[in-house]
């Protein structure tokens, strides 16, 4: 079982991944963002350092996922809190021109040598909501973004997923706290295991 949990900034990724990955005992992988060296710069003068925080990532990404994924090395469950192709979302969003059209280059050459989730779970949130959890969690580089960056991110996963061609599960985030609820908690549990169920052959 190959699980993802993906959806914009602040919505809760990796708060549910791992009650996810610890509730199927599974292997929990996160992503590398407090890594990026480019991350708080790219923040401060974001055309100036697209380029370099979308190289890192899609680079960091492709070999985190590698090698979680090396013939002959079995893993039961993998709980994952991004999917591959969120890159190529953000970078469509700040990158232009001929930058833009080496990182799909670079992108066309990687993604097709990675697994496909049996499950993409899209956590979504109205921008008020993500900049509620955003002030949270507290990361300096993160304080500053701008409302209509949120908004226009969300738009932007919104619209992939509105074609995304494999098993996947939309949930309003904003109406629930499962960190800090437990109903709520169970209540999400219910609907991935509802969707999971056809996927793995329970």
């Known amino acids: 079982m190959y699980v993802v949990v993906e959806g914009p900034i602040g919505v809760g990724k990796t708060s549910l991944a791992r009650r996810l990955a610890r509730e199927y005992g599974a292997e929990l992988n996160l992503e590398v963002v407090e890594e990026n060296p480019f991350l708080p710069a790219f923040y ?3 055309a100036s350092y697209a380029f370099q925080v979308q190289a890192f990532f899609l680079l ?3 070999k985190q996922l590698s090698q979680l994924w090396q013939p002959g090395l079995y893993r039961e469950s993998v709980v994952s809190d991004y999917l591959f192709d969120k890159d190529f979302i953000f ?3 700040n990158l232009r021109d001929a930058e833009f059209d080496l990182y799909q280059d670079l992108y066309a050459h990687l993604s097709p040598r990675l697994p496909t989730p049996d499950l993409v779970i ?4 109205e921008t008020p909501e993500l900049l509620r959890r955003i002030e949270k969690r507290g990361r300096p580089y993160e304080r500053e973004m701008p409302a209509e960056y949120l908004s226009e991110l969300t738009a932007r ?3 992939y997923f509105r074609s995304y061609a494999h098993p996947l599960l939309t949930i309003e985030a ?3 706290d499962f960190v800090g609820v437990e109903a709520d908690e169970q209540a999400i549990f219910s609907q991935i295991e509802a969707a999971l169920r056809p996927q793995v052959g329970a």
């Open 44 to 46: 401060a003068q974001p």
């Open 60 to 62: 960091s990404r492709f």
């Open 91 to 93: 970078a469509a969003m």
């Open 122 to 125: 899209y956590l979504r949130a």
């Open 157 to 159: 996963y919104d619209e």
């Open 174 to 176: 904003g109406g629930y």
